[in-house]
């Protein structure tokens, strides 16, 4: 397998970690507080249930890690939505997402924390592993690759991001195949300016509540 990042210049992957680092550690420690206030809404009630949730993506040349968020489902999410086999078909066919209201596995609490995107914010975890970048491609379910056809391998050869083009683009409103353009634009332009660039129109996403489901 190709890796793009054999390409990349020495000072890009160099200021490009330096920033993951030091953006991730900042950014927990200013959200620290928000962790501890929806760990405490999921102590209780309906919501009841591990705050954390962990699915396994496939990373930078293929490797598979687990992703983490704040739980915005249900206990055994997939299961109870596997069950209901036309709204399966429905989540398959409408690439890989259904409409919040009918989603059986949101819940209520899951909503706000989409909406807000802040069901994101535990992926600064995989920024510091290493697994994840803070600005790169969407990592996806190993389901998603077909959708890249020929073009497997360079989506693969970056590192996956928490946010990137694909977020700034309309990320939602999106789908797939065009989704495939969006992010493989990144992966052949990356550079450091790119990177500044994504990251400020994701903070204008956020705060425009644009393209979240």
């Not at 490797?63 to 078909?89: C, G, Q, T, W």
């Not at 069901?119 to 389901?143: A, C, F, H, T, Y």
């Not at 992966?187 to 990177?195: E, N, P």
Request: glycine letters at 6%.
């Amino acid at each position: 397998m190709t890796n793009a990042y054999e390409h990349d210049s020495a000072s890009y992957m160099f200021f490009k970690r330096a920033l993951d680092l030091f953006g991730a550690v900042i950014g927990l420690v200013l959200t620290s507080p928000i962790f501890l206030v929806i760990s405490l809404l999921y102590l209780r009630g309906s919501q009841k249930g591990p705050v954390f949730f962990r699915q396994k993506r496939i990373g930078q040349n293929g490797i598979p890690f687990h992703i983490y968020k704040f739980r915005s489902m249900v206990v055994d999410a997939e299961n109870v939505l596997k069950a209901n086999r036309n709204l399966y078909h429905k989540y398959l066919e409408n690439s890989y997402k259904l409409e919040p209201e009918e989603d059986p596995r949101i819940t209520k609490i899951g909503r706000f924390l989409r909406k807000t995107s802040l069901d994101e914010l535990p992926q600064l975890i995989n920024v510091i592993k290493g697994e994840m970048s803070l600005v790169g491609p969407r990592p996806v379910v190993s389901e998603e690759l077909n959708e890249y056809g020929e073009d497997k391998d360079l989506f693969l050869s970056a590192k996956p991001g928490l946010t990137g083009n694909w977020q700034v683009c309309g990320r939602s409103e999106i789908e797939y195949p065009e989704r495939c353009n969006v992010e493989l634009y990144y992966v052949r332009h990356k550079s450091f300016a790119f990177d500044l660039k994504i990251l400020f129109k994701t903070v204008m996403t956020v705060l425009a509540k644009k393209g979240a489901y």
